[in-house]
């Protein structure tokens, strides 16, 4: 299960520190069959905001629970207002440099895989292939009734419609999509229901309370058996969900190598933590490999596939 997240956590003062030396991450993705897991850190620089880092936007706000999300019209409503409007903002990030860096190291058959703890679809959009979405995408959406699947694009052009004027202004921008409102800025929003059985319609996304389904865990175990080493980044690590694989990792006798500025619940586990921004660190490293980091054709265009 995907559990809610505290608002803090500190690191116990015995963890490994942190240090700027990015050889031994050059060094494992010579030896190939690394496989890479990311989380929201290494999209910040796409303007899409941490759960956790500076600034970090649980310090202002709660992602919605599943239950919630299902339980309640009020919840639901504020949900789709809010990430109507979120996903302005969210629906036009495109790839930064650490997610062309993934994707170039993929391209020269360095990587046994990615699997990706985050839901905006970036690394695809940056040319990554085989991308395993842990807690699926925020360009989906599925009816809870039928199960029919949309795009995002498709429903915001319906909340469109149901909603003609619906302009507010939110204060922030969450890792979610959700944008930040009051109750009074939502309370005559409308939700639109699913185009073929009329049923509750959701983003194709693991909420917190809910489970990642089974199958896809199991494909990312057989991931991590499958690989030579595991590379953490851009994840503090504090939800079990990315943190188990860290674990099966260092059972199994396989390095785990984390690029993350601040300090993850994963550091006691692994051989090396590299304390730089995402995208300055896997630059230095495609340089130390010679290996350019390039837009792929189409300019970084994220799709919206079902």
């Known amino acids: 299960m995907r559990t809610r997240p505290t608002l803090s956590w500190t690191p116990a003062e015995d963890l490994p520190p942190g240090t700027t030396d990015v050889e031994p991450v050059a060094a494992a993705l010579r030896a190939g069959g690394?496989?890479?897991l990311s989380g929201a850190g290494i999209s910040t620089e796409s303007g899409i905001p941490d759960y956790r880092g500076e600034g970090g936007s649980l310090s202002r706000h709660t992602p919605m629970t599943y239950q919630e999300f299902v339980g309640d019209v009020r919840a639901r409503r504020r949900y789709w207002a809010r990430g109507h409007l979120g996903w302005r903002t969210f629906g036009r990030?495109?790839?930064n440099a650490g997610h062309r860096a993934v994707a170039a190291f993929g391209r020269h058959g360095l990587l046994a895989g990615v699997i990706t703890q985050n839901v905006d679809g970036l690394h695809q959009a940056a040319g990554s292939e085989g991308v395993v979405e842990l807690h699926g995408a925020l360009g989906r959406v599925v009816c809870l009734s039928c199960g029919a699947r949309c795009s995002r694009r498709e429903l915001a052009g319906r909340l469109e419609e149901a909603n003609a004027g619906f302009e507010p202004v939110a204060a922030g921008l969450n890792p979610d999509g959700d944008a930040d409102l009051t109750d009074e800025q939502v309370a005559d929003f409308r939700v639109v229901p699913c185009a073929r059985c009329g049923g509750?319609?959701?983003?194709?996304?693991?909420?917190?309370?809910?489970?990642v389904p089974?199958?896809?865990v199991e494909r990312c175990?057989?991931?991590?058996?499958?690989?030579?080493c595991l590379l953490v980044l851009g994840s503090s690590?504090?939800?079990?969900?990315?943190?188990?694989f860290v674990r099966q990792a260092e059972r199994a006798g396989k390095p785990v190598l984390i690029v993350n500025r601040d300090p993850t619940r994963g550091d006691r586990h692994a051989a090396t933590r590299v304390a730089l921004p995402l995208g300055s660190a896997l630059g230095s490293i495609a340089d130390r490999l010679g290996i350019p980091v390039e837009a792929p054709p189409g300019g970084n265009v994220r799709s919206d596939s079902v």
Do not use: C, H, I, Q
């Open 221 to 228: 175990r057989a991931l991590v058996d499958g690989a030579s």
């Open 214 to 216: 089974p199958p896809r």
């Open 200 to 211: 509750v319609l959701k983003p194709d996304v693991v909420f917190f309370g809910e489970s």
């Open 93 to 95: 990030a495109r790839p």
């Open 34 to 36: 690394v496989l890479v």
């Open 237 to 244: 690590l504090t939800v079990m969900s990315g943190l188990r």
